[in-house]
């Protein structure tokens, strides 16, 4: 179990900084006439899993069956489900919250190089 609780708590970051790496090695341009677009689209997606994930946690916090009973029993197993929660919550919070963020904030002004990931 510790493993797959590892693989799980890594990958996310692991993922990132490949993608990351893939931009800069291929060089990829952000183009500032879908800038907007894949702003709003990060926006509501982020908003929908929002709205998903804390209906989930009512619901999860309201059950009263058997099999939750015994998972509320296990302290540990339930920290981490709720972890699990809180984690997703909190970094489609800050995604939402950064991406409008972006959308008040005027990129005309900034210089070319930004919109790319090479190094100078």
Do not use: H
């Not at 179990?1 to 291929?26: C, D, H, Q």
């Not at 995604?95 to 005309?108: E, H, V």
Request: charge should be positive; hydrophobic fraction near 50%.
């Amino acid at each position: 179990m510790s493993n797959r609780l590892i693989s799980e708590k890594y990958f996310p970051a692991v993922f990132s900084f490949a993608a990351g790496f893939f931009a800069w090695y291929f060089e990829l341009k952000i183009q500032a006439s879908k800038l907007d677009g894949i702003i709003n689209s990060a926006i509501s997606v982020s908003a929908i899993l929002m709205g998903f994930l804390g209906t989930a946690k009512a619901m999860l916090l309201s059950f009263r069956s058997p099999k939750y009973t015994w998972l509320k029993s296990k302290p540990e197993a339930w920290k981490i489900l709720l972890g699990y929660f809180k984690r997703a919550l909190l970094s489609n919070f800050i995604l939402c919250a950064s991406s409008i963020l972006m959308m008040a904030t005027s990129f005309d002004k900034l210089p070319p190089n930004v919109y790319t990931y090479t190094l100078p």
